[in-house]
């Protein structure tokens, strides 16, 4: 219990003046000098790096304090000290850690509908911590460089912080920019000059030394370890090494670029919900990777806002924190990641302001609650999430506690935030859309940007090769009076359903594609499942892996390559039923960790050989389902800047019909 209430508010970049954009790190590093360089000296500072000025007077404001909130080290943080602790996390209470899974220490809220909002002002307070100190440094600057008065303080005031777009245009073919790894970075000085200074997006170096709680995670089958007891600092994608030389960054490169476009199409989807959803369930899906209110039979899925998320933090990470919740919090890239989160949110509130989590989802007349069903530092398992409820350990300037009704939106009407993005596709988030047929209009431009433009594509691919694709006809009820369909084309998806701890560490799925006469071997994409260690006394047992929840995610298969298959199967020759069959056919699982090393492979298609049952996988860890979906496109009669409807969904069943294949001895 601690001795003294303490509450530090999180208010942003409140009295800067105004509200100013979140900027991509190559615009602000580009383009804006002085915001750059006091942006990298407060991070630094923060960061309590050496020979960086002593200016942060808030321990809650630091980024070890900042870092720790997330997962590791299960401690109540400094910025909400407070007398009343009997809901909090302890590691010497047996109801917090005996339970199967035990509960979750950190104060992060995953695998729930209030993943995008409790997230939201998490990274508000790293921005507001960097932006008091830029502005006291620049007050230090001007101070001293009298002829620059006027030019630090304005940069210091108008700093947001940015945020790296990793799926953008250019990233799969530049994956990274050289800042958000490079150890050393150029920055603007007084007088005009330039001066190189340590880069703090790069890693972070633990303040005292690796907290007592934190402890390694080993693979006694590959050796590979995460030396997180003794790293020192930050890594990502290490050596199995307790002293790593520094991060493998031709690793992470050469992950993060195979994965990119597939991060792209991902995304799309996010922005393919239809007008007329249920509220609740159309908010479920989008905001988080365990979508709740989704029943077994329910296979329509566009993905989540979480499960994207996920991939990214395997990718970025590897053998190192970003692929841990534990300890992903320290390293700097989680803030730039998460501020892109934040703006795909913004985004996505934007274009659909009236789905929302609301008090929970009904299903054939009977209400259900929203839950956090692992708990956190703050909640009981299985405690009920409400819009108004808090969202620890996060206060208002008032006292109280933010809640998901407060983070929701950026527009002028919304609980103050103090920050935008960027306008993007024509839409400015902190304004709010004055009619449908606006926000409708940017949702195609937001789709069709980031890889998802069916009108297009269809009068791209071989008519002769698609013609056998059946849709449905106008009188179909599935097909919008107001729309029609476009002859002769579906598009393509893989359902994926993951037990969230049968690993007991975080993993993937990835479907690979064998390459045929028209088409390269590739990764077609990757569901992942970002997930905490569970230490608790049944570490090892499978009523743990049985007893979690269930990762859902979705894979969109290009058109390029679904044409690709179909040339290479007697060009369109071939009934429907045919054709499904070839495009399993062509397709190969393997589950990895977070290193990339394979745990359990399987060959896809009808007349795939059977695994022999000595060498098979356990149950326990197998995908619950992975299956092929496909579904018609109608396109609006008059309007067609509007976005298209998906419509005649169908469940073409699984794709891995022979059974997985262990290949790791935790697969057995």
Known sequence: MSSVEYHYPVIGRKGTGGIFDRLPIQTLENDHPYQFALFILAFNTIQQRSDTPKVVEEPAATFMEIASIHGKPYVEWAGDRNNDISADYSATDKKDTNPVPSRFGGYCNHGAVVFPTWHRPYVMLIEQSIGNV??????????????????????????????????????????????????????????????????????????????????????????????????????????????????????LQKTFKAGANDLRRRVAQLFAFSDDENSAIAWDEFSNHTAES?????????????????????????????????????????????????????????????????????????????????????????????????????????????????????????????????????????QAATSFQERASARKRVQAYYGFDPQTKAKQVGLHAWKHLPVPNKEDPAVPSDHTIIPHYRTFAVHVKLLEHAYNRSYSFQLHHKGNAHSSPQLVGTISVFARPDHSPCKACAVRREAGSVVRGMIPIPPELIESIIKSNRGGKSSFDQTLAHIKGEFVGRLVDATGSELAGAEGGLEVTQVPQHCAASRTVIPIEISLVSAAIAEHVEDKNRPVHLCDWQHHDSIFNGGWLATHKDSV
């Not at 990502?236 to 493998?248: F, I, L, M, Q, V």
């Not at 808090?390 to 950026?410: K, V």
């Open 294 to 430: 989704k029943r077994d039979i329910d296979f329509i899925n566009r993905g989540s806002l979480e499960g994207v998320h996920d991939t990214v933090h395997l990718s970025l990470g590897g053998n190192g924190q970003m692929s841990y919740p534990d300890y992903a919090g320290f390293d700097p890239i989680f803030f730039l990641h998460h501020s892109n989160v934040d703006r795909l949110f913004a985004l996505w509130e934007w274009c659909y302001p009236e789905y929302w989590m609301g008090s929970g989802y009904e299903r054939d007349g009977e209400q259900y609650p929203w839950t956090q069903a692992r708990g956190t530092y703050a909640q009981v398992y299985n405690e009920q999430l409400l819009a108004d409820g808090p969202l620890q350990p996060f206060r208002t300037e008032q006292g109280d506690y933010w809640t998901s009704s407060q983070a929701r939106f950026l527009h002028e009407q919304s609980y103050p935030k103090y920050y935008s993005f960027l306008e993007f596709e024509g839409i400015k988030v902190d």
């Open 134 to 251: 830029a502005e006291k440094l620049a007050h230090d600057i001007e101070a001293d460089n009298r002829n620059e008065n006027g030019i630090w303080i304005k940069a210091a005031k108008e700093l947001r912080f940015p945020y790296w777009d990793w799926a953008s245009k250019d990233v799969p073919e530049n994956g990274l920019p050289p800042v958000l790894y490079e150890e050393k970075v150029e920055i603007m000085a007084a007088g005009g000059k330039k001066q190189i200074v340590d880069n703090p997006l790069s890693f972070f170096s633990y303040v005292g030394g690796v907290p007592f709680e934190f402890s390694d995670e080993k693979d006694d089958s590959t050796g590979q370890v995460a030396y997180f007891s003794r790293w020192q600092r930050t890594y990502r994608h290490a050596s199995s090494t307790p002293d790593p030389e520094g991060s493998r960054i031709d690793l």
